[in-house]
Nanobody, 123 residues
Framework: QLQLVESGGGLVQPGGSLRLSCAAS????????ISWFRQAPGKEREGVAC????????MYAASVKGRFTMSRDNAQNTVYVEMNSLKPDDTAVYYC????????????????WGKGTLVTVSS
């Protein structure tokens, strides 16, 4: 079964940090760009960060630039997003998604989606 599984979500205080993981099973991630999306209650889903298949290209939404950092370990078939200086506005369900492409990354045309992990930023 081909799937992506997110982990690492939870409750964190404002200013804190979390690292989310996105692990693939049933396929290898080294040919896929990976994107992170989030959806807050009552809001549309938005793309927040992505990384190319080789890791050499990264893109971040303005709302998280400088605070979120994506990385990938293709040997472990896992992609990460390190989230620092978290704010209450970062509260959302975070999803990872994979897109088969050889260069760059984007927030459209995803081939696989995870089921999400909840991040709550609150004191």
């Amino acid at each position: 079964q081909l799937q992506l599984v997110e982990s690492g979500g939870g409750l964190v205080q404002p200013g804190g940090s979390l690292r989310l993981s996105c692990a693939a099973s049933g396929f290898t991630l080294n040919r896929y760009a990976i994107s992170w999306f989030r959806q807050a209650p009552g809001k549309e889903r938005e793309g927040v960060a992505c990384i190319s298949s080789g890791g050499g290209y990264r893109m971040y939404a303005a709302s998280v630039k400088g605070r979120f950092t994506m990385s990938r370990d293709n040997a472990q078939n896992t992609v990460y997003v390190e989230m620092n200086s978290l704010k209450p506005d970062d509260t959302a369900v975070y999803y990872c998604a994979a897109q088969l492409r050889s260069t760059s990354c984007s927030y459209t045309g995803m081939n696989y989606w995870g089921k999400g992990t909840l991040v709550t930023v609150s004191s």
